[in-house]
């Protein structure tokens, strides 16, 4: 991958992880730290989470530095 794609590809993923960050808070502050959470929120807090998750896993086996 050269240099400007990955470039790109770093931006696009801290981009997303600020609103899967956002999201995530959003999330644990309205449930009072997950304890009144239905199952909807849960799901969405986990999906996001997950894909969170990726993106880190995915920037550090590329070597690069997660913000």
Do not use: C, F, P
């Not at 794609?5 to 644990?28: F, G």
């Not at 009144?36 to 550090?60: F, G, M, P």
């Amino acid at each position: 991958m050269d240099e400007e794609k990955r470039e790109q590809r770093r931006l696009k993923d801290r981009a997303r992880m600020k609103v899967l960050d956002k999201k995530i808070r959003k999330i644990y502050a309205e449930t009072d730290k997950m304890e009144n959470a239905d199952l909807k929120q849960r799901a969405e807090y986990e999906k996001y989470s997950e894909e969170r998750t990726e993106i880190i896993n995915r920037r550090i086996s590329e070597g690069a530095d997660l913000y």
